[in-house]
């Protein structure tokens, strides 16, 4: 478990254990003379019948599940029964294992067992070298005692692990389930999930546009290694940055499977692609390197589809958090016309999300937020644990207000994903919908779990000493760090999450 550091050392210490891409260390197989990867036990799996997961993920979207983007394969592997251990000439072990998946468009690992001693790194990435993941040091022990990894864009992986000579007895791993990616996170097979030509980058919106600042609360989640759903970093009224997050309990996040959750951040086009072109529907080029992984569950309301979990680890500064504020008032939701753009773009409502998981898109809503049913949408206002959004039909495209461009929606993938009034705070997380591009009329609207109704689960613990605050503006991670490694009065007061 990260802990506050106490001295700029530990400080950067911390750091580097979560940095950006361009700072992930190689692996020693890479830098140290070692055995050829050929040598390396490998473990194989044969190609998944993508016949039957086409009617399947049919019939999953048809029973409003999220969607998935690999299949679980259960193991049993461990250090001492798998894979090849070798001896480095600075004194240190090394123990690889190659795992290859034919045909897999990415892979991802869930260990059961996690533990590492001081002065160990497990390490994963693609045997070509060309993807590679940060290293999992004794920092990443948990007390749920799992870690559950990105997924790599890759059908052969490696897992490297160094351990100190004394240390080597003190390991505790398991991998329990290699995660068969079949789509999505850079599959260019053409079996994948894409996201509709009409959805908005967030490279689109102006760069002083403050809806940009809002958007980095919002990340791509899996689940159990295999689901793909959005959510969003949460503030509280302590504002002390702790890392609460909150999501769809459709997507499946519970107190048995938090720890599997893998938060990806930043994930986004670096360019605006012209929302009804080709290039919009096309792969675009946001990262998976900036993620936090494994949680602890806190609440949920399966009225209003709500989960609330808070993430394990720390912030992480390069990672430029932003935490959003809320609204659990119970009155209408007014928002003003989205064609209003150029009057004041701050001032819409809108949902932030990451449409069949891939990069985050922006969806301005029109006037009028109803209260529904979930049960009986489209019935208005029904039992009012739902509020009913209908998308802007005539948006206004930033970079060329005169361009017309088509509406935009949600997708699956999207499920989770935050509603914000036009004051940025959340108000609603989304549960589904008939949006779809092309979509007119009812059909260009979508279901978001009402906030005002899940508060009363999520009060003790975004609200601890019960202030009654109604709504809080949301905050980012700015300030003065100092030496003791994180913000004075915020920052500073993080020790770790306790289940």
């Known amino acids: 478990m990260r802990k506050a550091a106490t001295s700029l050392l530990v400080l950067l210490l911390s750091l580097s254990a979560t940095a950006p891409a361009e700072d992930v260390p ?53 250090p001492q029964t798998s894979g090849t251990w070798e001896e480095l000439k600075d004194g240190r072990w090394l123990w690889r294992l190659r795992i290859r998946a034919q045909a897999a468009v990415s892979l991802n690992l869930g260990f059961t067992r996690f533990r590492l001693p001081a002065g160990a790194r497990l390490q994963i990435y693609s045997a070509d070298l060309a993807y590679v993941v940060r290293p999992f040091t004794s920092e990443d022990n948990e007390r749920h005692r799992e870690l559950w990894t990105p997924a790599v864009p890759t059908d052969d992986l ?18 329990g389930q290699v995660g068969q990616g079949y789509r999505g996170f850079g599959d260019s097979t053409g079996v994948t999930l894409k996201s509709g030509s009409c959805n908005m980058d967030i490279a689109c919106l102006n760069g002083n546009d403050p809806w940009r600042q809002t958007a980095s609360a919002v990340g791509r989640i899996s689940i159990n290694g295999s689901i793909l759903c959005t959510g969003s970093l949460v503030n509280d009224t302590a504002r002390d940055h702790k890392m609460y997050f909150i999501t769809a309990n459709h997507c499946g996040l519970n107190g048995s499977n ?45 009225a209003s589809d709500f989960t609330l979990v808070e993430l394990v680890d720390p912030p992480v500064p390069a990672f430029h958090h932003y935490w959003e504020g809320w609204d659990h008032t119970d009155g209408d939701v007014s928002c003003p016309q989205g064609s209003c753009y150029q009057c004041s773009s701050g001032a819409l409502c809108a949902g932030i999300h990451h449409p069949s998981g891939n990069e985050k898109r922006i969806t301005f809503a029109e006037q009028a937020i109803q209260p529904v049913s979930w049960a009986n949408f489209p019935d208005s206002p029904g039992d009012g644990t739902h509020l009913w ?10 970079p060329n207000p005169a361009l017309t461009i088509p509406p935009q929606v949600t997708e699956p993938g999207s499920s989770g994903s935050p509603l914000y009034n036009l004051n940025h705070r959340f108000i609603g997380q989304l549960h589904g919908g008939p949006s779809a591009c092309g979509a007119t009329g009812d059909a260009l609207s979508d279901v978001y779990g009402r906030y005002s109704v899940s508060w009363t689960a999520a009060a003790p613990y975004l609200d601890t000493a019960s202030t009654g605050e109604l709504f809080i503006d949301g905050q980012d991670a700015t300030g003065s760090i100092f030496s003791d490694g994180f913000e004075s009065g915020t920052l500073a007061a993080w020790s770790g999450v306790v289940p």
């Open 26 to 78: 190689r692996p020693l197989a890479e830098t140290l003379s070692v055995a050829p990867l050929s040598r390396v036990q490998t473990v194989s799996f044969g190609p998944l019948d993508r016949g039957w997961l086409a009617v399947d993920d049919v019939a999953r979207k048809e029973q409003g599940l999220a969607p998935r983007y690999a299949v679980p394969r259960a193991v049993s592997l461990t």
């Open 158 to 175: 490696v897992a490297e692990l160094a351990v100190p000579t004394a240390g080597r007895g003190d390991v505790d791993l398991e991998l």
């Open 258 to 302: 938090a720890a599997s959750l893998v938060v990806y951040w930043n994930d986004q086009n670096s360019t605006c692609r012209t929302p009804g072109t080709p290039a919009s529907s096309g792969s675009g080029d946001g990262k998976l390197t900036q993620f936090h992984t494994g949680s602890v569950f806190r609440a949920g309301n399966t």
């Open 389 to 398: 959004v209908h998308w802007d039909p005539t948006p206004v495209f930033p």
